[in-house]
């Protein structure tokens, strides 16, 4: 879910509570600066809806014609990844409970490296427009369309929860209409191209405002080495805490290991980034765009750290008053910017438009990813008559109609209160199952589709069990929250922007049974879902005969076992019993089959599929046996 960076752990307020009172400083030219970003905004999208006449195709309209390159598409991963609640979720973070959050950052090493060189290239190869597309390749129809049901509820949640989340003073309508209007116009005319090119410029306007907070907020307090020095003395500059204890909220196995589960859940298997890497104009360019966006990550979780910082600082010599320190750290962390950046005219505006960027991003993504799901995975399977330009309407239509519908459910929540939003929050919990879907697929060739869905149901079931549960012991408890602990909901991108947390005392205190199993870290909530998924479906595929006479298509399967036999030292590899077929195993790109309309691959049989061995000389009708074998063993 934001596909933090990665994460914002600290708890979000939503539309129900009271909001900041911060117009009172806002000038005209605070406010032109926030329209001027819709203007802008709106303008991309219908200069590229101009330029796209006569080209009306579906591959154009979802997959910017793969004609994207690598900076592009990785600005637009980065601004997918980045929303509002990560912009005030991770300072606020650093504020309460240090600098720890930091180590999330090792995560993304492995969380971009398994995307680029397992996911992009099977996906990639296979020619297809939806990630959902592939789950029929290598299961069935049904476990496409369990997938793709999933995940449309997660991105209506998502979608929803950016809605509601209370980010300015303004009237809370007046800016989710004005979100809502500007990304359904620009989305569904221009196309994932618009999309694209406009987290570009709201990437460069989120790192402009945090900027603008960092560099204003440290001359105010004696620069940033005064800022570190008096961080330090407060003991707000964390050490690497090694305590394997899942249950505590932040330590560095869970920032490291567990934020690696949730950055493939978000880069490896989400349809709003896989969209990206489909739009690439190479194999190379999408590999290409996922190393380029790790440095990006890195220096926006680092700005996102110095403001918390800089904010905490600040408020050692300018104390917040009695009310306001009561408030999440999220709006604290809105009254801090407002109060640095109010004497300086435009400042507070080019925050505001920072949040509001973040939003943008998030919400047309998911307009453009749920258009992409609905024709390619619900339509065009049933209807395969369907015309390139009757399809290509269809999607703009269904941009639109995702919009309104969001625009009227976001109103019927707030006024539903805050137990509707509980709920909507358990919804986000599906990142984690999804991702288990597609590594059992991926990685596990005796998987078969009916380990699949029982095996994503189980992952569900868990899944919600634990939300609720950890919702649930929040509701009872009557203790107070303390700044180092907690449990709370991870991000969209990988499941929801809110984040609940586990009520427990400031004395020590040590919930047993299940209030200790609803207290695991949120961190670990991917993890624990997706190996559910895989555990449920690798024993429901062995009940049930596994894939016996079927075996499944090799493009559709990492072989893993090859790869890993590789890395021995050939003496080793001789002496094993599988030497005859644990070569590493490398398929020739214009082998790869073409998609047809209905989501199939035309020409698949045995013969298809070309191995090289070491070698050096080919071989066919390898690749069923292959998969056989690794089955076997």
């Known amino acids: 879910n934001k596909f933090s960076s990665g994460v914002s752990p600290s708890t979000i307020t939503l539309s129900t509570a009271t909001p900041p009172t911060t117009p009172s400083r806002f000038t005209l030219v605070d406010y032109g600066v926030c329209i001027l970003l819709l203007v802008v905004s709106l303008a991309i999208g219908l200069f590229y ?7 009306d195709t579906v591959r154009q309209f979802l997959l910017a014609d793969r004609s994207m390159g690598s900076l592009p598409v990785a600005l637009s991963l980065l601004a997918t990844f980045q929303s509002a609640v990560a912009l005030l979720g991770v300072p606020g973070e650093i504020y309460r409970s240090g600098t720890e959050y930091w180590f999330l950052g090792c995560s993304y090493f492995l969380g971009l490296l398994v995307p680029a060189h397992i996911f992009i290239p099977i996906f990639y190869r296979l020619n297809i427009s939806s990630a959902y597309e592939y789950l029929e390749l290598r299961f069935t129809k049904v476990v496409r369309l369990c997938g793709t049901l999933t995940f449309i509820f997660q991105m209506v949640m998502r979608i929803l929860l950016c809605y509601l989340l209370t980010v300015t003073g303004f009237d809370l309508w007046g800016s989710v209409l004005a979100l809502g209007i500007v990304c359904t116009v620009y989305t569904s005319l221009g196309g994932l191209k618009a999309v694209i090119w406009t987290d570009v410029f709201q990437t460069v306007v989120m790192l402009l405002g945090q900027l603008a907070v960092v560099i204003v907020g440290a001359v105010k307090v004696g620069g940033l080495r005064h800022v570190w020095d008096v961080a330090a003395q407060h003991g707000r500059i964390s050490g690497i805490d090694l305590n394997p204890d899942p249950f505590v909220r932040h ?19 989400n349809q709003a980034q896989v969209q990206r890497y489909l739009s690439s104009r190479s194999e190379k360019t999408a590999i290409l ?25 600040y408020d050692l010599d300018h104390p917040l008053a009695p009310e306001q320190a009561q408030v999440s750290s ?3 962390v809105l009254y801090f910017v407002m109060e640095v950046l109010g004497e300086l005219p435009g400042l507070p505006g080019l925050f505001v438009a920072c949040l509001f960027s973040g939003s943008l991003s998030t919400i047309s993504s ?11 995975d619900l339509i065009r399977p049933h209807f395969l008559s369907i015309s390139e330009q009757r399809a290509t309407l269809i999607s703009k239509v269904l941009a639109v109609v995702y919009g309104l519908v969001c625009l009227g459910m976001a109103y019927i929540s707030s006024l539903m209160g805050p137990v509707l939003q509980a709920a909507i929050s358990i919804f986000g919990m599906v990142g984690g199952p999804l991702l288990g879907l ?9 998987a078969n589709s009916t380990g699949a869905v029982v095996g994503l149901l189980a992952g569900l079931i868990m899944a919600f069990w634990i ?17 180092h602990n907690g449990t709370g909901f991870p991000s969209y991108r990988n499941t929801t922007d809110v984040t609940m947390t586990t009520m427990m005392p400031s004395a020590v205190f040590r919930p047993t049974g299940l209030q200790r199993f609803y ?19 690798l024993l429901v595929s062995f009940l049930t005969g596994g894939t016996r006479g079927q075996p499944p298509n090799p493009q559709t399967i990492y072989p893993v076992l090859p790869r890993l036999f590789a890395l021995l030292p050939i003496s080793c590899r001789n002496r094993l019993p599988c030497r005859d077929y644990c070569q590493d195993l490398s398929y020739e790109t214009d082998k790869i089959p073409e998609k047809i309309s209905n989501g199939k691959l035309t020409g698949c049989g045995k013969e298809e599929l070309v191995v090289i061995p070491e070698q050096g000389h080919i071989q066919e009708d390898h690749g069923h046996a292959f998969i056989l074998q690794e089955t076997s063993l």
């Open 519 to 537: 207290s695991l870290s949120y961190l670990w909530y991917s993890a624990h879902n997706s190996t559910t998924v895989i555990v449920v479906g």
């Open 251 to 269: 330590t560095f196995w869970s920032l490291s290991f567990g934020g690696v589960f949730m950055m493939l859940s978000l880069y490896g298997v």
């Open 438 to 446: 597609f590594c059992l697929g991926i990685f596990f060739p005796c």
């Open 289 to 313: 765009s996922c190393y380029a966006v790790f440095p990006c990550q890195q220096v926006v979780l680092c700005v996102g750290c110095l403001i918390g910082l800089v904010m905490f600082v």
């Open 330 to 332: 999220d709006q604290m």
């Open 366 to 376: 998911a307009f453009n990813s749920l258009a992409t799901v609905t024709i390619e």
């Open 49 to 55: 809806a101009r330029r796209g006449r006569g080209q």
């Open 467 to 483: 939300g609720i549960g950890s919702m649930v012991s929040s509701m009872t408890s009557n203790t107070v929250l303390p700044p």
